[in-house]
Structure formats: C-alpha cells, structure tokens
C-alpha cells in the first residue's frame, strides 16, 4: 500500500550500528582493514554504549558507521547482542515525520526526539509493533535522524538530476 501525501522525505542512510562484546574487534575490519576514519566517541551510561563513530564518504553523503559495546554486558540495552543492531535513516522534517508516522500506527520507542552521539536530533523506531500501535521495524531498530540543511539540499539536487 503506498501513501501517497507523506510529509516528509526520507533522503538516504545516515548511519548503521554494529554492536559487539568488543569494539576493538570490530576496528580490525572498519578501521584497520576498510580505512574508515574514527571522527567520535560517545559513553552513555543511560544508553549502556561506549562507541567509536567512524565515516565513509565525505561531506552531506558521509555515512556513519557506529562501532559500539556495552558498557556492562549485563545491563539493557543489550547494544552487542543483535550485530548489526540499528540503521540510521536521514529525515528532512523530523518533527513531521514523527506526528505522521505515530498517527499512522508506527511505535517508538521511548525517549522522545532528542540530541544523539553525533549531534543530530533522533528518535527510534521500536523493532516490534504492539496492539496500540502495530507497525514497527519488524525486528530491527529504526533511527530517523534530522538531516541538516546541507545534506537536505544536497539529496534535493541530486534527486532533480534523476528527475
């Protein structure tokens, strides 16, 4: 079923997540063997993740690469027990795309829009629906990610290329 007055776009992968029990192990392959750059860190204890924030790609196309373990692996969320555990996707009107999403019946999860590792305003998809609200990421964690206007401009003019 396609709806056809969305909102808002979704212009592209703004990042994927790895988690792992150990973040060095998952260097070896992004870092030392595929030579993306490490641009960040970020700990949070609340979020149970200390992770390096890599890049491929430069300027409003650079796709972050998350490498991520837990702080405690006894603690939720458990970020190294799904490896690939979620897929950011650049949104060009977050607060829209969440209003429109929710009254269609997507779940969030909890947390609201707020700041993220790299600055950006995020929110999630839940990976499951519930009775309330039935469609989630049918087991895969969903982050929409404010673009900024750089990258909004950037996917505009590369779309009316295509047009």
Known sequence: MSVINRPFKVLGIQQIAIGGPDKVKLQKLWVDMFGLEVTGTYKSDRENVDEDICAMGVGPFKVEVDLMQPMDPEKKPAVHTTPLN???????????AVEWLTSQGVRFAPGGIRKGAAGFDICFIHPKGNEELPIGGEGVLIELVQAPDEVVKAFGALAAQYA
């Not at 979620?86 to 009107?93: E, P, R, T």
């Open 86 to 96: 979620h897929v950011g996707l650049w949104i060009d009107n977050l607060p829209v």
